[in-house]
Nanobody, 124 residues
Framework: VQLEESGGGLAQPGGSLRLSCAAP????????FAWFRQAPGKEREGVSC???????LYADSVKGRFTISRDNAKNMVYLQMNTLEPADTAVYYC???????????????????WGQGTQATVSS
C-alpha cells in the first residue's frame, strides 16, 4: 500500500488548506485512516482519524476547525483545515491502519503504512 499526500502549502492565520491522501489501487473500504503531524522539534501527534464506517476522532487542538473525510470510490482521504493557527505548522502525514473493521485511534503504533508527508505552513 502506498499513500500519497498533497495539498500542503502556505496559509495565513485564519485561512484554510485542504490536504488529500491518495491510496491508488488499494481497496480502502474496510480500514481506518488517520492524519498525523510533526512540527520541528516536536513528536509526531495524531490529528484526526476516520474509521471504515465513517466515525471520526479529533485531537482537542483541532476540534471544530479540522474535518476529516473519505471517498472510498476514489481511494481518497481528505483533511479540511480551517481557521488555521501558526501552531498548526507541521509536516502532515496520512496513515492507514491495515487491521480491517477496527475503530479509530490517534496512536501512531496502530498505523503501519505512512505517506511521505506534506508541509503546511501557517504564517503572516
Amino acid at each position: 500500500v502506498q499513500l500519497e499526500e498533497s495539498g500542503g502549502g502556505l496559509a495565513q492565520p485564519g485561512g484554510s488548506l485542504r490536504l488529500s491522501c491518495a491510496a491508488p489501487g488499494f481497496t480502502m473500504d474496510y480500514y481506518p485512516f488517520a492524519w498525523f503531524r510533526q512540527a520541528p522539534g516536536k513528536e509526531r501527534e495524531g490529528v484526526s482519524c476516520i474509521s471504515s464506517s465513517g466515525s471520526t476522532l479529533y485531537a482537542d487542538s483541532v476540534k471544530g476547525r479540522f474535518t476529516i473525510s473519505r471517498d472510498n470510490a476514489k481511494n481518497m482521504v481528505y483533511l479540511q483545515m480551517n481557521t488555521l493557527e501558526p501552531a498548526d505548522t507541521a509536516v502532515y502525514y496520512c496513515a492507514a491502519d491495515l487491521t480491517p473493521l477496527t475503530g479509530c485511534s490517534l496512536q501512531a503504533l496502530r498505523f503501519r503504512t505512512w505517506g511521505q508527508g506534506t508541509q503546511a505552513t501557517v504564517s503572516s
